[in-house]
């Protein structure tokens, strides 16, 4: 038995099935080489499940640099911590997980604490800052970012005294307050005498979300891209990283355990300005949350208000 078959509705049905398959493969070419969307930063956001592409055409644009086989070494400032698994999510924990980490919570004058700018003491403090150009590495791990000179040129005075520079930690967000404030982010300054490597001084610098920072922007382009590797910047003016002439001066203590006490702390008064989009490049390449809670100053804890000469 033959089937008759229409021509025009054969024909009808060949035409729609090449519009589909034309339709199907257009959409199919321009899904792959849409971009995709990713959720802009927060600073609530699990950067641990971020998206690999976010912020790709920021970080394609940084010049790429080679990543050293040097893994990031233990210094003098968290070697009672570095063989010991702590977090910053579960602070409390702290004095249970090693002995040598008591101080976190038995400890007096603890580090960081909110500055109340109304009640601090003008004093004279001698201090000055000698920071020189030169060679810096960079590392992070899942707790803290680090800079490093690679030299030992860069030093402050305090009370006649010559404290070496050994290294800068990044915190984000700040771990010291002004007012009960909190900023963005803030620079530690490690320093010890040279003649007494435990009389440690920690200078801070804190960093408020507002316009660009040249002297980030140079930090930005050679940010390590994996953990627990190093990279460097042949040529940077470390002192380009601290312009106030005001400070706060307080006893404290290490904000990482083993929260080592009688720890001298300055604080610098004026903020740093730091870009959201300086920020946001930060935080996709180390965890943001790496700071202390505030500690409640003891009433022996005075801080001094002291101005230096520029």
Known sequence: MQ???DT???????SSIVVVIIFSTVYSISNKTSKKQVKPYTPDMDLTKIDPSYHEEVRASLEKKEISTTPLKKDSFNEGSFFVDWSYSNQKAWPTL??????????????PIDIVKSKTISSKLAFSIHYAKDRIYLSSNNKEFKIRPEKA??????????YILEKIDVHAPSEHTFDSLQYEMELEFFHTLSSSPEDVLIVSVLYEKSTPNPTVDLLLQVL???????TKLDIFDISSLITSSSFYYYIGSLSIPPCTQNIKRIVASKLE??????????HTRFAYGNARDTQ???KQQDILHFNIGK
Do not use: R
């Open 224 to 230: 390590p891209e994996k953990f627990n590797f190093e």
């Open 296 to 298: 409640k100053p003891t």
């Open 3 to 5: 089937v008759k078959i």
């Open 153 to 162: 040129t860069s030093y402050v005075m305090f009370q006649g005294k010559k």
């Open 98 to 111: 090693d002995s040598t980490f008591l101080p976190c919570k038995e400890g007096k004058d603890q580090s």
């Open 273 to 282: 300005p730091i870009s959201e989009k300086q920020l946001d490049i930060f």
């Open 8 to 14: 025009k509705i054969l024909a009808s049905l060949i």
